[in-house]
Nanobody, 123 residues
Framework: QVQLVESGGGLVQPGGSLRLSCQVS????????IGWFRQAPGKEREGVSY????????VFSDSVKGRFTISRDNAKNTVYLQMNSLKPEDTAVYYC????????????????WGQGTQVTVSS
């Protein structure tokens, strides 16, 4: 059974940082792309970042480019999303998802999803 569990969300002030973790079980991370997505109330789910399973390729949405980084530790079956210089508009529920290489930021390409972790950026 494939499971993805996000952690690390919380309340942070504008300009602050958070690191989200996505712990994957039931599959070997070596063969799966991982995407991070977010959804704010009343808005569609938005692709934030992607990491390829094999060639190290990463992709970021324009809204987070230069502020967020993504990394993966295949030995721990965990992917991290480091979020710096957070803004109030980054407030959302953040989800990680597992898919195949080339899924990039299209949520419809992802097969397995976590339950999400809330990130709130507010003073």
């Amino acid at each position: 059974q494939v499971q993805l569990v996000e952690s690390g969300g919380g309340l942070v002030q504008p300009g602050g940082s958070l690191r989200l973790s996505c712990q994957v079980s039931g599959v070997t991370l070596d063969y799966y792309a991982i995407g991070w997505f977010r959804q704010a109330p009343g808005k569609e789910r938005e692709g934030v970042s992607y990491t390829s399973p094999s060639d190290g390729r990463t992709v970021f949405s324009d809204s987070v480019k230069g502020r967020f980084t993504i990394s993966r530790d295949n030995a721990k079956n965990t992917v991290y999303l480091q979020m710096n210089s957070l803004k109030p508009e980054d407030t959302a529920v953040y989800y990680c998802a597992a898919g195949y290489r080339g899924s990039y930021l299209d949520p419809y390409e992802y097969k397995f999803w976590g339950q999400g972790t809330q990130v709130t950026v507010s003073s």
